[in-house]
């Protein structure tokens, strides 16, 4: 667990952009809520390695999306059932239902169309979000952590020059 948090703090306070972190979190939120053997999620992989996308935020919130869509699966289920049975809709999703290509999107299960279509609606606005929340954790509580005496004491002990020196990470400061 301490680990874990370790590898977050090293995102959040690496000199990775933050639009880059931010759309990590997103492209994990969209692959994480929905069932992982979709094409959609093929896509989303393809855009993260494509994209100037931090790989390591994406892997390390995938699991954590992946966990809390099992908590949303019942909004995901209401939402996709909704969407699956509305009368002006049945045709289309007959005919999508006809082509092999969409039949293996599996868009017919209820929690993939509500998960994703979850996803998509909440993708900007939680990329704006995320990256608002990366800006001012970095303006306020990093540099406020970074200036404590404690902080200065660790880095300044012969223990962290060699970890930094050992691991590539360097003076920071």
């Given amino acids: 667990m301490l680990n874990l948090i370790a590898r977050i703090l090293k995102v959040l306070n690496s000199e990775t952009n933050p639009g880059q972190i931010s759309l990590a979190l997103c492209f994990a939120m969209l692959a994480g809520f929905t069932p992982i053997c979709t094409l959609h999620n093929i896509l989303v992989l393809v855009l993260v390695l494509i994209l100037r996308v931090n790989l390591s935020a994406f892997i390390l919130a995938l699991p954590f999306f ?3 869509a099992y908590i949303l699966d019942p909004l995901f289920h209401k939402i996709g059932f909704t969407v699956l049975t509305a009368g002006p809709l049945l045709d289309l999703w007959t005919a999508l239902y006809n082509s092999t290509l969409w039949r293996m999107e599996r868009f017919y299960n209820t929690i993939v169309m509500g998960s ?3 996803s998509l609606i909440i993708f900007v606005p939680a990329y704006m979000a995320s990256n608002r929340i990366i800006l001012r954790y ?3 509580i990093l540099e ?13 002990s012969k223990i962290y020059r060699i970890y930094s020196s050992l691991s590539g990470m360097g003076d920071e400061s």
Avoid: C, D, T
């Fill in 66 to 68: 992946s966990g809390i």
């Fill in 116 to 118: 994703l279509l979850f």
């Fill in 138 to 140: 970095r303006e306020h």
């Fill in 144 to 156: 406020y952590v970074r200036k404590s005496r404690i902080a200065q004491i660790i880095k300044g």
